[in-house]
């Protein structure tokens, strides 16, 4: 049984670098998005500095709000990456505490 978790958290671990990679490809994507929109919005519209800045700000919300949730979801990615190393170490202590009982 300790065998089999092992191997299970060996292979959902192997997944992690190209999980995390998709991701901050995607995080990347939704900053140059927001960041592309916000720029096009102040170009576009009129008023003072603020007033530019303020519409900029509010015309690209959604695509700020795409871009944090891009953060979130590789905060979780890297979370769980984590989750499953300490886990796999914990298999392992475990399995070595059974092989030395075994042993006696």
């Known amino acids: 049984m300790v065998i ?4 299970r958290i060996q292979t ?8 995390i990679y998709e991701a901050e490809k995607k995080l990347a994507q939704a900053e ?7 720029a096009l919005a102040f170009l576009n519209a009129q008023g003072t500095v603020a007033d530019r800045e303020n519409l900029a700000k509010y015309e690209s919300a959604e695509l700020r709000l795409a871009a944090d949730i891009a953060k979130a979801e590789l905060n ?11 886990a796999g170490m914990l298999s392992a202590t475990i399995a070595k505490t059974v092989e030395m009982t075994y042993r006696v």
Request: no cysteine.
């Open 76 to 86: 979780r990615i890297r979370a769980k990456a984590k989750q499953l190393s300490e």
């Open 32 to 38: 140059f998005d927001f960041e592309r929109a916000k």
């Open 12 to 19: 959902e671990s192997a997944k992690a670098p190209q999980a």
């Open 4 to 7: 089999g978790e092992l191997q």
